[in-house]
């Protein structure tokens, strides 16, 4: 376990910050910063589309497609990873996740516009992509390609595995700690309730998110805002603490420990990579199903999924801890509290009824999560082996619920971390090889005559 955690803070620490930020603030110079340029046209061409009749060819509409991503984005990481990160990474580390939010939504814009350009139909009719698609279709160099898919795909499909052990052992902790029902009992319930849904096909996944996730995010924004509303003359403070604590950072484990900077921007960064994905190359994978005219159309939506995942929802979670002090609390810093510490944060407005709250939220957040990542991995397991390898690889995933929910944290987090570095490496490299591509469509849609953007903004 020591090894695993040693290798996992290297990789987490300056090799990822320097792959991260090199991937993102290169695409964000090559799509001209649209997402400070575009923002009110962005919003009107996925949120302000809602309800209204998708174009274009596909399996899903683009609404259940971004509440199939935001159903993997939206977890535990929100809830419990957030908390973790101001812990060990100090306050700062929420303005590290802002960071990688703003630069990231290039970066996760880009591939999904990837995905769903290099999109197929499998064997049943249903339209499928990802990085493992355009990695093997859209480089030049065919062995690079094949190389580069297969080792997304089987890192993926071996990554989701201590993925889900994560979002079920924070569930099961959570729900134990408030109604006192046993780990063992909790993932059994969730596994079975996750089989029903993920042998339904992208279809029932995309039904069940599109009424569970907006819901699910509006109930918990709205819980976390009563308590930021009551401490509204905090805001000033909080943010101020933040911003230094980013740049300066002191002791935040309370225990006179110094938090060096790159320790902060290291926790901020890995807590809101897993959070929203950016780079990671889930997200494409759901958005391919999508019923659309064009690649960035749809790749809109994957900045939505990022503005309600990190900005909203994480921001949150963060302003609740730190508002409410618990993080300051004599034993947060210790490994069995800190991750329980929104609940706690909760607790402290609403009493035992606010820990109630988060156990709910977190119930189906993980589900929900669990649900679509168990769709991803059965991707790849289809990609590398064919299609009956994907209901294989299903029930190791619904098996791997149980045994999470008890399963070690800290030992938990530490492989998710490491795998998903072996996940990350190969996409960046796709996406950087593959940006003339992603600069090519983004002119494609915003400069043909009398098409895409020129059209929208005529009508």
């Known amino acids: 376990m020591e090894t695993i955690t040693a290798i996992s803070d290297f990789l987490w620490g300056y090799p990822i910050i320097i792959a991260l930020l090199t991937a993102s603030v290169f695409l964000t110079f090559r799509l001209k910063f649209f997402q400070f340029r575009r923002p009110l046209y962005i919003f009107q061409q996925t949120i302000g589309q809602v309800g209204k009749k998708s174009k274009g060819k596909g399996t899903i509409t683009p609404f259940q497609t971004l509440t199939t991503a935001l159903s993997s984005t939206i977890g535990a990481a929100n809830i419990v990873g957030v908390p973790v990160a101001i812990m060990l990474g100090g306050p700062g580390a929420l303005f590290w996740m802002w960071v990688i939010a703003f630069l990231g939504m290039a970066l996760k814009f880009g591939e999904t516009a990837l995905g769903v350009h290099y999109r197929e139909k499998n064997a049943i009719g249903e339209y499928v992509g990802g990085p493992m698609y355009y990695m093997q279709k859209g480089i030049k160099w065919p062995k690079i390609g094949k190389f ?23 569930v099961a902790s959570t729900v134990q700690t408030t109604f006192s029902l046993p ?14 849904v993920v042998f339904g096909g992208v279809r029932r996944i995309g ?6 996730v907006p819901i699910m995010a509006i109930f918990y924004i709205i819980i976390g805002s009563i308590i930021i509303l009551i401490n509204v003359d905090m805001v000033p403070q909080i943010l101020t603490l933040v911003i230094t604590e980013a740049f300066n950072p002191t002791a935040a484990l309370g225990g006179g420990a110094g938090v060096v900077l790159a320790e902060s921007i290291r ?8 959070s929203n994905e950016a780079g990671l190359g889930t997200s494409p994978i759901a958005h391919a199903a999508a019923k659309t005219d064009h690649p960035i159309r749809q790749a809109f939506w994957a900045v939505i999924q990022i503005m309600v995942d990190t900005l909203i929802i994480c921001t949150i979670t963060g302003l609740v801890i730190l508002m409410t002090g618990v993080w300051q609390h004599n034993d947060a810093h210790e490994d069995s509290v800190r991750e329980s510490l929104t609940a706690r944060a909760f607790e402290e407005t609403f009493g035992a009824f606010g820990s109630g709250l988060i156990a709910v939220a977190l119930i189906f957040f993980v589900f929900s999560t669990v649900t679509v990542v168990i769709f991803y991995g059965a991707r ?4 590398l082996f064919g299609l009956w390898a994907g209901s294989v690889i299903k029930m190791v995933y619904i098996i791997s619920i149980i045994i999470g929910a008890i399963g070690g944290a800290t030992f938990l987090w530490s492989l998710l971390d490491l795998t998903l570095f072996f996940v990350v490496l190969p996409n960046l490299i796709a996406v950087i090889i593959m940006s003339p591509k992603i600069v090519e469509l983004y002119n494609e849609f915003f400069h043909t005559e009398d098409k895409y953007y020129k059209k929208d903004t005529k009508e």
Do not use: C, D, K
């Not at 297969?150 to 052992?169: K, T």
């Not at 780990?183 to 029903?196: C, D, H, K, S």
């Open 183 to 196: 780990p063992l009992i909790t993932g059994i319930i969730i596994a079975v309730l996750a089989g029903i």
């Open 207 to 212: 039904q069940v998110t599109s009424y569970l």
């Open 267 to 274: 926790w901020g960064f890995a807590r809101g990579i897993y």
């Open 380 to 383: 790849q397991a289809e990609f």
């Open 148 to 170: 580069l898919a297969v080792w997304y795909a089987f890192f993926l499909m071996i990554e989701l595995i201590p993925s889900i052990m994560v979002q079920s052992n924070s």
